[in-house]
């Protein structure tokens, strides 16, 4: 059941009711509700009146987030993987000669992978595979 509207507080609200009684859930039986740090959704907890509890996962990956963006040494690393990843997904012809590199040189022919802040491993997943690439 996607949120299709628009992520606001009230429509947060809306369609937490709707899972609840689709699912034919108590509302005694909910304690808490386990959410991110975003505003509008701590909003909207608050305006249904329900425990919330911040995801710790969540707040792990904001705090190395600014960890990595606070170490310049690492932000300019990262920045640049970012870079090179960013210019093979844009390119075809790019992306057809790593294929044909890595075929040259035996190397498993593994995509490149791009990170986004808001998915937890994903600036590792792109260091890593890059550094697959380069110990081959």
């Not at 899972?19 to 808490?32: L, M």
């Not at 937890?120 to 697959?132: G, I, P, V």
């Amino acid at each position: 059941m996607p949120l299709e509207e628009r992520h606001t507080a009230a429509n947060i609200v809306e369609w937490t009711e709707e899972v609840i009684a689709k699912f034919i859930i108590p509302p005694e039986k909910i304690k808490a509700v386990v959410h991110d740090n975003g505003a509008n959704v701590v909003a909207a907890k608050i305006l249904h009146g329900r425990a919330t509890v911040k995801c710790a996962g969540h707040t792990l990956n904001l705090v190395v987030q600014n960890l990595l963006k606070s170490q310049q040494a690492i932000s300019k690393c990262v920045a640049a993987a970012r870079s090179l990843v960013e210019h093979f997904k844009k390119s075809e012809l790019a992306c057809t000669k790593l294929r044909v590199k890595q075929k040259q040189i035996g190397a498993k022919e593994n995509m490149l992978v791009q990170d986004v802040c808001t998915r937890w491993n994903s600036t590792y997943a792109m260091l890593s595979r890059l550094q697959e690439g380069l110990n081959h």
